[in-house]
């Protein structure tokens, strides 16, 4: 890479020799004018409106013409020996929080890497200090003659530089945000919030291309080769945002009525084990009921079995007895007739 600028990081009585790199290669075809009649290649002439005369770029001064229409001639000698305290010298003013700086103020990015091998270990040192503190340092830093503020943070392994714009050079947002009467709905926010966690999933930002430049290239591609041109299929953009509201409506009435659904299952499988648990329950004690009732029955059958064994045990015992009874008497019957 080409060095852009060669100076040094100064905070305190800390100087750090670095080198500066553009961090952005900007893509794209580039394009000339030609007349649309014969191809014919358009130039831009410098010509002065007071002599007519085409005019060299070295002789091309910088000029500043008041209300009045006085105007006021700097060569290009007089700026470069302007005094400019950060003309070679990144001046460090302050150290701050990184959510401090408002992405809307930043502007090029550039990578600053260490000039010589005695500058690795300052570098190292202001890196992993920015680093561990989550911070960035606020600078200040003369580009091409003009000088500008800049943040330097940590990106990877190495320094970046970001010039900023100046505190007055953003402009206000007053009358541009909808009136505070306007408000959403928490079950709006939620839905909207699921969708970005959808659109989120598995994005890959190193994957994306710019297809205005694919499709441009294919464009010159068949006019060079005289080929017919190559139609693309456009798709058309919303017509509105009240399109894109309605429709997250939609999903967010649809998001509860399949809640509604799933309650109503719930309780509806609430109420079936409540019917089925006072089933069991009902032929549980029915169970037991007959169970008891046989038992019961089964206690009486034995004890009425016990008794009539009982009874006849007694009737066999007793019918012996009077067997022998009976034989005693009519002996002693028979012994008194023989004695008359």
């Given amino acids: 890479m080409r060095t852009m600028w060669k100076g040094a990081i100064g905070f305190g009585l800390v100087s750090v020799p670095v080198r500066l790199y553009a961090a952005i290669q900007e893509h794209g075809v580039r394009l000339h004018m030609v007349h649309d009649a014969d ?93 561990q503190t989550e911070r960035v340092a606020v600078t200040k830093i003369a580009l091409r003659t003009r000088e500008s503020l800049a943040v330097l943070r940590v990106h990877e392994d190495v320094m970046t530089l970001h010039t900023m714009y100046w505190p007055d050079e953003v402009r206000e947002t007053q009358g541009l945000a909808p009136p505070d009467s306007v408000t959403v ?63 997250l409506q939609a999903s967010i009435d649809t998001a509860g009525r399949k809640v509604t659904k799933e309650e109503g299952a719930k309780e509806g499988a609430k109420k079936s084990t409540k019917k089925t648990a006072a089933k069991t329950s009902d032929r549980s004690r029915s169970r037991t009921t007959a169970e008891s009732s046989k038992g019961t029955k089964k ?16 009737a066999a015992s007793s019918t012996p007895k009077t067997a022998t009874a009976t034989p005693a008497k009519s002996t002693a019957r028979k012994a008194g007739r023989r004695a008359s």
């Avoid at 000029?63 to 020996?81: P, R, S, V, W």
């Avoid at 016990?306 to 009874?311: E, F, I, L, N, S």
């Fill in 299 to 314: 206690t009486a059958a034995k004890k009425t079995t016990a008794k009539t064994t009982t009874a006849r045990k007694s």
């Fill in 39 to 131: 191809g014919g290649r358009i130039h831009m002439k410098r010509v002065c409106d007071a002599c007519g005369k085409e005019v060299d770029y070295e002789h091309v001064a910088k000029g500043f013409e008041d209300d009045e229409g006085h105007t006021a001639m700097i060569t290009q000698d007089e700026l470069t020996k302007l005094p400019v305290p950060s003309k070679k010298l990144i001046d460090v003013l302050a150290f701050v929080d990184a959510d401090r700086i408002d992405p809307v103020h930043l502007a090029g990015s550039y990578y600053l890497a260490p000039d010589s091998p005695a500058a690795h270990k300052p570098y190292v040192l202001l890196r992993e200090t920015l680093k």
């Fill in 185 to 247: 709905r928490p079950q709006e926010l939620k839905m909207a919030t699921s969708l970005m966690d959808t659109l989120s999933e598995d994005f890959d930002l190193s994957g994306l291309e710019d297809e205005y430049e694919v499709a441009l290239r294919e464009l010159i591609d068949a006019h060079l080769d005289h080929r017919p041109v190559p139609k693309k299929k456009v798709t058309a953009a919303p017509d509105n945002v009240i399109d894109l509201m309605a429709a």
